[in-house]
């Protein structure tokens, strides 16, 4: 199938999701592997600056390492819009910092986007309206959900809310906490919804995918809010994965305690240097720049591989598992 009618096809798939049953459980969207079985995608965050601070860079060497891997389609770990996310769904920063920057081939595929901090600093509403589907039609941003891609799900955590500073103490900035609020709520609900997402998915891979941090050697640092309520419910269902951004850089730690690898794909554009505090788990690897991440998997086999902004591959983990049908 050509790009373009495969885009369409999971575009009306999408929005058929989008507006069926508003049920308090994780909206779920399949994204089928290829033919052979096989899964390769990209992961970038913290990138939208309209081309600025290397963006323009990452997203060329994205879409060559795109080109390579032959990918079905583009994780953002959140930070979509900077300073104060879009301002309504006519804003042109949309298309300045997504639709005129990620313009290589292989790029123009399914996006699918979580919300940052500094998306929640602005319209929140407009980055999950249908509306900018119809202005580029690779973008889908929800709060929370799930993407079935057939040998992997990927769960999509909306953590924002639960970072109580961003409530308590926004300083000069305005957050757009509608449809979220009262917080405890929408918390508890949230993880509710998760953990049943969890135990009923059969597929042989579990990512889970947020903004913030929940391990991080950088500038933020631990998010001691997920590491109490998140953490323990990814620890209790066997995840392989936590995804984030927040940190402005590349970084693989792994668990003391469990099988689970904490990744870092926060280097879209703007990065920080020089930030380094260790942590409690094994840092496996940390580059404090600019770049982006690549996961190629099978049923059995998953590889990711962190890139910097020039393309060259920094950083590798290769995970296994034995033979299983998910069926």
Request: aromatic share 12%; glycine share 8%.
């Amino acid at each position: 199938m050509a790009p373009t009618s495969r885009t369409a096809s999971l575009l009306l798939l999408l929005l058929t999701f989008l507006f069926s049953s508003s049920s308090s459980e994780l909206q779920r969207i399949l994204h089928p592997a290829k033919n052979d079985g096989s899964l390769s995608l990209l992961v970038v965050g913290d990138w939208g600056r309209k081309g600025q601070f290397n963006q323009s860079q990452v997203a060329e060497k994205m879409g060559e390492i795109g080109e390579e891997l032959d990918i079905d389609f583009v994780i953002s770990t959140g930070d979509n819009f900077y300073e104060n996310g879009l301002t309504g769904v006519d804003d042109k920063a949309f298309e300045e910092s997504f639709t005129n920057i990620f313009t290589a081939k292989s790029l123009q595929t399914q996006w699918y986007s979580v919300l940052g901090n500094h998306d929640y600093r602005g319209d929140v509403l407009a980055q999950l309206s249908p509306v900018l589907q119809n202005i580029d039609s690779r973008w889908l941003c929800l709060r929370s959900f799930v993407l079935d891609a057939e040998i992997a799900d990927f769960f999509f955590v909306d953590t924002t809310p639960f970072v109580l500073k961003y409530w308590t103490e926004p300083e000069n900035h305005h957050y757009d906490w509608r449809e979220v609020s009262p917080r405890e709520e929408y918390i508890d609900n949230l993880l509710k919804d998760l953990d049943g997402a969890l135990k009923e998915s059969r597929a042989p891979w579990k990512f889970v995918v947020g903004h913030h941090t929940m391990r991080s050697v950088s500038e933020h640092g631990d998010t001691e809010e997920l590491l109490e309520n998140l953490l323990p419910i990814l620890k209790e269902n066997g995840v392989d994965l936590y995804i984030n951004g927040h940190d402005h850089c590349l970084e693989h730690i792994s668990s003391r305690d469990s099988s689970l690898h904490y990744l870092t794909s926060g280097g879209g554009s703007k990065a920080w240097r020089g930030t380094y505090t260790p942590n409690d788990d094994n840092l496996q690897f940390f580059y404090d720049g600019q770049g982006f991440m690549s996961m190629q998997m099978t049923e059995t086999s998953a590889q990711m591989v962190f890139y910097d902004v020039f393309g060259q591959a920094l950083h590798e983990l290769n995970l296994t598992k034995q033979f299983h049908s998910y069926l």
